[in-house]
């Protein structure tokens, strides 16, 4: 999208955020959504999920705190989590996945690109739970998710 778009795009897209309404564009599934999206929505969840639990702990100083959650919300964390998840999902969730790794986007140097598209799909795969309201099984992979995060913080700090 050329910047003359983008910057149209915002200037409508703040006028409907003021107005409470819907932008007049097609509505799409959340399924069907592009994975990018689904991912910064599934990306803004499972922070804010493992935030609670870090804050649940009852660690006294913010920095610690922080270092913890910046390493689980990492590409690598993710990545080792999404490895994990792989027998938990259904084939419809397997098929999302596999379109969100492959989705385009910028790798950051903290990261192999394989570990950076894996984090990719969990993330688009939680957004999709999210958006799709399958409050159930959101909570079910959730669940995964924790354990798996608690496996990678023992296999690499225990």
Do not use: W
């Amino acid at each position: 999208m050329k910047f003359q778009q983008v910057q149209a795009l915002k200037h409508k897209a703040y006028a409907a955020f003021v107005e409470n309404r819907q932008l007049d564009v097609p509505q799409v599934l959340p399924y069907h959504m592009d994975a990018i999206t689904l991912a910064f929505v599934g990306d803004a969840y499972y922070a804010l999920f493992l935030r609670r639990r870090l804050t649940a702990l009852g660690i006294p100083a913010v920095q610690v705190l922080h270092a913890l959650a910046a390493e689980f919300v990492s590409a690598k964390c993710q990545s080792f989590v999404y490895t994990c998840l792989q027998s938990f999902l259904t084939e419809a969730e397997k098929s999302l996945c596999r379109r969100s790794r492959n989705a385009y986007s910028q790798v950051p140097k903290s990261a192999s690109a394989a570990e950076y598209h894996n984090s990719t799909a969990l993330e688009a795969l939680i957004g999709y739970l999210v958006l799709d309201g399958q409050e159930a099984r959101l909570q079910a992979v959730m669940q995964h998710v924790l354990a798996a995060v608690r496996a990678y913080c023992q296999k690499k700090h225990i």
